[in-house]
């Protein structure tokens, strides 16, 4: 996956698993739950992909949800060779293409988004993240009449879906789908699914910094949450909140970039005039019931930039967000007043 891809570098966000509670036994027996996780570790989609489940008797699980992952990551990846995605963009501007049930309607999800935010995120941008191609050993700075002949294939509005026999249609050849910016927040929200079909009350899903904490802590109390600093190494946090049965993921320009002649060009980039965004902005954080959600809407923050970003945000409901700016000011939404706790004194508050 091209989009948000974290390799040994960052994790957007860092779990740290407390809790105390005066009967610490009530909830755990109640639920069955053990103290020490079973517990499975894999690299997958570009990442490094950890489950923990909570509740006794139910390790097998880890083989299906895992199974599960590898499933859709074989549909998923753009330059995977078989993969769903990377048939539909072979034939672009040909034929529409059958696609699975989860593809379909990972695509619809997607293109609702690009229409919910206008263009400045778009699923159709596949031809300038494979351009820059940041992350990987030949990522380059393209000269600016490559960038300008591409640009005219990033259109959302040109993906055709065909919901009754499940098609999807590039118009244009040379068009590109890359779904990076939303794919682990589907999988994610598809895992807490299998999860619960199979009995799972209490676990911790983390793919590569796409966090779900599901139920409560062991000792009864939400789990802590801590967001990482995007300026410093892996495990570093600059704050904490409090959260049960929610996704958690955050976009930052330090996760994956390219540095040129001292100049350094991060991997989530502007569709509409194919540099990365400039704006201030380090990271966004969402906290939301559905990781599809945060995963699409901290990449259309981003966007937006900070103001037009809070002023999105606020007219959505069950969502939270978290900006941090590139001078260290964190600014949040309403609902994270009095959950989110600043740790790193070097970050403050740009709302007060």
Not at 134 to 152: C, M, T, V, W
Not at 212 to 223: E, L, R
Not at 293 to 301: I, K, Q, R
Request: hydrophobic share 35%; charged share 25%; aromatic share 8%.
């Amino acid at each position: 996956m091209n989009n948000k891809v974290i390799i040994f570098i960052l994790l957007a966000i860092i779990l740290i698993i407390t809790g105390c509670s005066n009967d610490p036994e009530t909830h755990a027996e109640k639920l069955n739950l053990i103290e020490n996780p079973y517990k499975q570790t894999e690299f997958l989609l570009g990442t490094v992909v950890t489950i923990k489940i909570y509740d006794e008797g139910k390790e097998e699980v880890l083989g299906l949800v895992f199974d599960k992952i590898e499933e859709l990551d074989q549909k998923i990846t753009a330059d995977e060779e078989g993969s769903e995605i990377n048939t539909i963009n072979d034939k672009a501007g040909e034929e529409a293409v059958n696609v699975s049930e989860d593809i379909f309607q990972l695509i619809t999800e997607g293109k609702n988004y690009s229409e919910v935010a206008e263009g400045s995120f778009d699923i159709t941008i596949g031809p300038l993240t494979k351009l820059w191609h940041i992350g990987f050993d030949d990522a380059r700075k393209p000269e600016q009449a490559e960038i300008d002949e591409i640009l005219p294939l990033i259109n959302y509005k040109k993906v055709e879906l065909n919901e009754k026999n499940k098609k999807v249609f590039l118009k244009d050849k040379g068009m590109r789908m890359d779904l990076g910016a939303i794919a682990k927040g589907y999988i994610a929200d598809e895992v807490v699914q299998l999860l619960k079909e199979n009995g799972v009350t209490t676990a911790i899903i983390d793919l590569g910094g796409n966090i779900f904490v599901m139920g409560n802590h062991y000792s009864g109390n939400p789990w802590t949450v801590g967001i990482q600093d995007p300026f410093s190494g892996r495990g570093d946090t600059i704050g904490k909140l409090k959260a049960s049965n929610k996704s958690i993921v955050t976009s930052g320009i330090y996760e994956r970039y390219l540095e040129v002649d001292g100049v350094k060009y991060h991997h989530l980039l502007n569709p509409k005039d194919g540099y990365p965004f400039n704006n201030k902005l380090a990271s966004v954080s969402i906290i939301s019931d559905k990781s599809i959600d945060g995963d699409a809407l901290s990449t259309v923050l981003f966007s937006k930039g900070l103001q037009d970003g809070l002023d999105f945000i606020h007219e959505l409901e069950g969502v939270e967000a978290i900006f941090i700016m590139e001078d260290k000011t964190i600014y949040t939404t309403d609902g994270l007043t009095d959950n989110f706790e600043i740790t790193n004194e070097q970050f403050t508050f740009g709302n007060e």
